[in-house]
């Protein structure tokens, strides 16, 4: 019984960590694409980040600490690697902060009226006040988030399942299969999760492959079924935060609970995400707390008032490009695991034919990624 509990408890976390805002940008870009390419693109994904998965927790299963993924490059790569690391970490923070920014502004807009630009600057003054007093809600109940989140997609579906048509999903096309990977890879990125997992199974690390399995397949799942309501209801009128085209398509409660449930997402991932990035300028660089608040906060502000504002791509580009590069960072860390401080309570073949696949797809995202900036 007390194993279930802990499987459980792991198993939210890698959720709870996996899903977040992610999930509104991935209807846009997938309308785009089509539905049925972005099934495809959704799949392969799927097992690409299960084997990064797969490998981080045999990597963290290895050693006999606990940390995060720089102190096991650090560990098997060297230090350089673990400053590329470091900073690829650094970078996906800042577009991720920047892309809840613009879309907290156009969801603000839709409830309360005025200016997307002006609402996006008043959620991060009030937001960023929160984060410099202190609100932390990194402790948050995982469990507790990962069961509203399935229960607010299960209710969406039954108010908006009369308003689905097929002929918005009965769409593909090889030529735009790049067009949803990087929204896909930037709401599959959960491996952040792992040395948290690996800490709450201590003791009971048997059940840590089992765990990542499920913790990996429920968030693509909640991600297809989300996607063919969206697409379904709103075809290539799906807007770029998915909930506020599928409101004014289905009605005015849509509207409200649609954007409510987005606000919230955003909201409570930019807190979380905010959190994290100062806390590694105080915590790993020993940068002191106000100046650490202002190198968090200052990057996202100067790029939207530069004029960065579309959210899908930013967090298309933040997926394939860092995202990208860490999940090939985690390969090679993997590869060059050959002394282990322990043993692992299980084992990936270091076979290239599993390897290589994962490898080519990523770089061929981050190939074109780059070559569309």
């Given at each position: 019984?007390?194993?279930?509990?802990?499987?459980?408890?792991?198993?939210?976390?890698?959720?709870?960590?996996?899903?977040?805002?992610?999930?509104?940008?991935?209807p846009y870009v997938i309308a785009q694409a089509g539905f049925l390419?972005?099934?495809?693109?959704?799949?392969?994904?799927?097992?690409?980040?299960?084997?990064?998965?797969?490998?981080?927790?045999?990597?963290?299963?290895?050693?006999?600490?606990?940390?995060?993924?720089?102190?096991?490059?650090?560990?098997?790569?060297?230090?350089?690697?673990?400053?590329?690391?470091?900073?690829?970490?650094?970078?996906?923070?800042?577009?991720?902060?920047?892309?809840?920014?613009?879309?907290?502004?156009?969801?603000?807009?839709?409830?309360?009226?005025?200016?997307?630009?002006?609402?996006?600057?008043?959620?991060?003054?009030?937001?960023?006040?929160?984060?410099?007093?202190?609100?932390?809600?990194?402790?948050?109940?995982?469990?507790?988030?990962?069961?509203?989140?399935?229960?607010?997609?299960?209710?969406?579906?039954?108010?908006?399942?009369?308003?689905?048509?097929?002929?918005?999903?009965?769409?593909?096309?090889?030529?735009?299969?790049?067009?949803?990977?990087?929204?896909?890879?930037?709401?599959?990125?959960?491996?952040?999760?792992?040395?948290q997992v690996r800490e709450v199974l201590l003791g009971r690390e048997?059940?840590?492959?089992?765990?990542?399995?499920?913790?990996?397949?429920?968030?693509?799942?909640?991600?297809?079924?989300?996607?063919?309501?969206?697409?379904?209801?709103?075809?290539?009128?799906?807007?770029?935060?998915?909930?506020?085209?599928?409101?004014?398509?289905?009605?005015?409660?849509?509207?409200?609970?649609?954007?409510?449930?987005?606000?919230?997402?955003?909201?409570?991932?930019?807190?979380?995400?905010?959190?994290?990035?100062?806390?590694?300028?105080?915590?790993?660089?020993?940068?002191?707390?106000?100046?650490?608040?202002?190198?968090?906060?200052?990057?996202?502000?100067?790029?939207?008032?530069?004029?960065?504002?579309?959210?899908?791509?930013?967090?298309?580009?933040?997926?394939?490009?860092?995202?990208?590069?860490?999940?090939?960072?985690?390969?090679?860390?993997?590869?060059?695991?050959?002394?282990?401080?322990?043993?692992?309570?299980?084992?990936?073949?270091?076979?290239w034919w599993i390897i290589v696949p994962g490898v080519a797809v990523?770089?061929?995202?981050?190939?074109?990624?780059?070559?569309?900036?």
């Open positions: 019984m007390k194993d279930k509990i802990f499987a459980i408890e792991a198993v939210a976390i890698i959720v709870g960590t996996t899903v977040g805002a992610g999930i509104l940008a991935l390419t972005g099934l495809v693109v959704i799949v392969v994904v799927a097992a690409v980040m299960l084997l990064i998965n797969l490998m981080l927790g045999e990597i963290s299963l290895s050693s006999r600490g606990i940390n995060q993924l720089p102190g096991y490059v650090a560990s098997y790569l060297g230090r350089r690697a673990m400053w590329t690391t470091l900073i690829l970490q650094v970078l996906a923070l800042y577009g991720s902060l920047l892309a809840y920014v613009i879309g907290e502004g156009y969801v603000l807009t839709d409830l309360f009226g005025g200016r997307p630009y002006v609402n996006s600057l008043l959620f991060l003054g009030i937001s960023g006040g929160l984060l410099y007093f202190g609100l932390n809600i990194v402790k948050r109940l995982e469990l507790l988030l990962t069961l509203v989140i399935f229960a607010i997609v299960a209710a969406v579906y039954i108010i908006t399942r009369a308003h689905i048509q097929t002929i918005n999903l009965n769409v593909f096309s090889w030529t735009s299969l790049l067009v949803p990977y990087g929204a896909i890879i930037f709401a599959s990125m959960g491996f952040s999760s792992i040395p048997r059940l840590m492959r089992r765990c990542l399995i499920i913790g990996t397949a429920l968030p693509i799942l909640l991600y297809i079924i989300f996607a063919l309501i969206v697409v379904g209801v709103s075809g290539l009128a799906t807007t770029e935060v998915a909930t506020i085209g599928l409101g004014h398509m289905v009605g005015p409660s849509m509207i409200i609970f649609g954007n409510v449930f987005a606000f919230i997402t955003m909201a409570t991932s930019f807190l979380t995400l905010g959190m994290a990035l100062l806390k590694t300028y105080q915590q790993d660089l020993k940068i002191h707390h106000t100046m650490a608040w202002i190198l968090t906060l200052v990057v996202p502000l100067i790029l939207f008032v530069l004029g960065v504002q579309s959210f899908s791509m930013i967090v298309s580009l933040i997926g394939a490009v860092a995202g990208g590069a860490l999940c090939l960072i985690i390969i090679l860390t993997f590869v060059r695991v050959k002394q282990r401080l322990r043993s692992p309570e299980y084992r990936i073949t270091k076979n990523l770089l061929i995202g981050l190939i074109h990624a780059i070559i569309t900036l």
